[in-house]
């Protein structure tokens, strides 16, 4: 299985971005999603993260009401569309599939990670 996020670039504060992630193949219909990113200097952090059938999302407290994720199945894609960002917000965003249906946030539910997209939010 391979992973291909893009969508990153350099946005300004209070600007958008949608990040997509291709999977290779088709994925059981077992497995969720999950989108995390790593700072400069800092540990990677879960981001969001969905179902298999999309139809439940969990975000980490401080992107909430702000970063939206979806899915389509049938192209074999997630999105994770970002909304009001602000510096805080820089980092490589990885998109990655899970061993279990709902994602989650724990890192080591993920067993296929992709390789990273730059988001820059200058201020």
Avoid: H
């Avoid at 391979?2 to 992630?21: E, M």
């Avoid at 077992?30 to 179902?51: C, H, L, T, Y």
């Avoid at 279990?100 to 990670?113: A, F, H, L, T």
Wanted: glycine share 14%; proline share 1%; net charge positive.
């Amino acid at each position: 299985v391979q992973l291909q996020a893009s969508g990153g670039g350099l946005v300004q504060a209070g600007g958008s971005l949608r990040l997509s992630c291709a999977v290779s193949r088709r994925t059981s219909s077992n497995n969720g999603m999950g989108w995390f990113r790593q700072a400069p200097g800092k540990d990677r952090e879960f981001v969001g993260s969905i179902n298999w059938r999309g139809g439940s999302t969990i975000y980490a407290d401080n992107v909430q009401g702000r970063f939206t994720i979806s899915r389509d199945n049938a192209k074999n894609t997630v999105y994770l569309q970002m909304n009001s960002l602000n510096a805080e917000d820089t980092a490589v965003y990885y998109c990655a599939v899970s061993r279990s249906s709902y994602g989650g946030r724990d890192m080591s539910n993920y067993n296929y990670w992709g390789q990273g997209t730059q988001v820059t939010v200058s201020s």
